[in-house]
């Protein structure tokens, strides 16, 4: 019989993971193949160009710009500071002499008998790239940075705002289909992960931001409150560059939806321990999901898993549906017909049964469901 497939979220207590920790442009490797290394260590780093600014000397001085030259105080390659001077007209009858004092910091990059601009290099910005997440580096990837390696907790969510942070998981609600209210929201979550239920609101956000949380991780946020945190609609097809002060990840999507019961019960069984959390999420090609990562102890016995091909539909096989009239319930395959059935717009389409938590059972279109990945 063939096999069925479609794509999904990984949600699981225990998986190898590796992540590719690069630099922008090549730099200095500052790790070994086979060092054990923190989330929080500098695994490589590098300098990139300052920024440049141009200065018309041939204005300032009221000069030709073939005179600039012979008026310099310093010459092509010096370093020079705020205040120095740099530049001085001969005036005439050593009169009426004009004099430029810089009001940069850099380096002298060029000087141009053409325009009689100088143009002046920043100080180089210092770029470094941690490992992100605790683990072993298993390969070094030369002048560029290393792959790390580690047995982790990892959980994808649909939708993120925010970049790479870390922090201990908190939990805020006691059950998967509470929402995440301000009230909620403890000084002693400072710093944390913190863990809702169903919808998070922007009251919640605000008050996380305020007592300075790292991370909320919840089931699901009204638009119009992401809108409303942001200051505009998202309407980019990546995010992750948001500097708001804290990093958002819903695990289900938009409006009222509660987290599904088995990620909720997974993050709560590993309240108090160190998560590795990114909220960047890509949704056309190149796919990227936010997810947080949370590295295995040796004697961790984690939450008892069915395991299943990678993608593959199968029978007891988790999803969640991704269509109205259900969207955002979760579920198991219960059955695969083999033949198309008759939709209800008249249109052909093949089908799964899929029983739902609450026990019920409905017939729906294979596309509108996605795995619950283990």
Known sequence: MAQAYTPGLKVTARTTHRVRRVLPIAGEVLVKQGQKVSAKDIVAQTFMPGEITPVNLANILSLPPADVRECLLKKQGDRITIGEPLAHSKGIFGLF??????????????????TGQMIIRGAPIPVQVLAYMAGTVVEIIPDEG??????????????????????????ACKDHTQELHEDLIKDSMRGGVVI???????EAIEQAVKVGAAAIVSGGIDDHDLKEFLGYDLGVAITGSE???????VTEGFGEIAMAERTFRLLHSLEGSEASVNGATQIRAGVMRPEIIVPVQEDAAGLAEEKFDPGQLTIGRPVRIIRDPWFGLIGKVAGLPGQPAVLESGSKARVLEVR??????????????ELIEG
Do not use: W
């Open 243 to 249: 500097q708001k002060g804290i990093t958002i990840i």
């Open 356 to 369: 739902l938590d609450s026990g019920d059972s409905v017939v729906i279109p294979r596309a509108n469901v």
């Open 196 to 202: 809702g239920g169903a919808r998070v609101t922007a």
């Open 146 to 171: 290393c792959i790390v390696e580690a047995e982790v907790s990892f959980i994808q969510g649909i939708f993120g705002i925010g970049g790479e942070t870390f922090g201990r998981i908190v939990m």
């Open 97 to 114: 002499k004009n004099e430029y004092k810089s009001k940069h910091e850099g380096t002298i990059e060029n000087i141009s008998d053409v």
